[in-house]
């Protein structure tokens, strides 16, 4: 299983909204609807931020929001805060109770 | 409020085996619905899914590391443990525990710990 691609970096103002894209394969994220998105601030442990694609956990801001088409999901960060300077992570069912992660995105705001 | 606490030697030798033990609190390990898991963080680099384990022993490696794994389970201990056999450099990195819930979600994680390799 080959890791998902992100892109290195991603930026934008406060206030902006950025949208940050995993690309995977049929066998991974365009087969499952089981895309998770993750939040890691520097020396702490990541924290999951969106699942099955579009999902928020209790306690997420509703300024995250995630998509799905074809073999790409997306996060997408509204009315961007300072405090979602971090990197994050996507990651993928990959059947047979594997997972596969993204290499991650620096977001850095403006 | 579930949480898992990563523990072991901060210092392997190239050749020899990596071992890490998870503690869970506030949860059971024997959850029907819940697995197991290790992800690894090189430094400074990205995320890694390593393997999962179910309370009833049932385990599942990540292809690239089968062979040299072994992730098992002590349900009256509340624990799960990775071993990893034949270390490099490569496998220097911050070792995570996480629960895997609902097939894909990795949540909540433990606070990692950092296992360097060197002689």
């Known amino acids: 299983q080959s890791a998902l691609t992100q892109p290195p970096s991603a930026s934008g103002s406060p206030g902006q909204s950025v949208t940050i894209s995993c690309t995977g394969t049929s066998s991974d994220v365009g087969y499952y609807d089981h895309v998770s998105w993750y939040q890691q601030h520097p020396g702490k442990a990541p924290k999951v931020m969106i699942y099955?694609?579009?999902k928020r956990p209790s306690g997420v801001p509703d300024r995250f929001s995630g998509s799905k088409s074809g073999n790409t999901a997306s996060l997408t960060v509204s009315g961007l805060q300072a405090e979602d300077e971090a990197d994050y992570y996507c990651?993928?069912?990959?059947?047979?109770?594997?997972?596969?992660f993204g290499g991650g995105t620096k977001l850095t705001v403006l | 409020q579930l949480q898992l606490q990563e523990s072991g030697p901060g210092l392997v030798r190239p050749s020899e085996t990596l071992s890490l033990t998870c503690s869970v609190s506030?949860?059971?390990?024997?959850?029907?619905?819940?697995?197991w898991g290790w992800i690894r963080q090189p430094p400074g680099k990205g995320l890694e899914w390593i393997g999962s384990?179910?309370?009833?022993?049932?385990?599942y490696y990540n292809p690239s590391l089968k062979g040299r794994l072994t992730i098992s389970v002590d349900t009256s201990k509340n624990q799960f443990s990775l071993k990893l056999s034949s270390v490099t450099a490569a496998d220097m990195a911050v070792y995570y525990c996480?629960?895997?819930?609902?097939?894909?979600?990795?949540?909540?994680w433990g606070q990692g710990t950092l296992v360097t390799v060197s002689s």
């Open positions: 099955e694609v579009s």
């Open positions: 384990v179910y309370f009833a022993g049932n385990t």
């Open positions: 996480a629960r895997r819930r609902d097939i894909a979600v990795a949540d909540p």
């Open positions: 506030g949860g059971s390990i024997s959850s029907t619905s819940d697995y």
């Open positions: 990651s993928s069912y990959a059947g047979s109770n594997n997972l596969v």
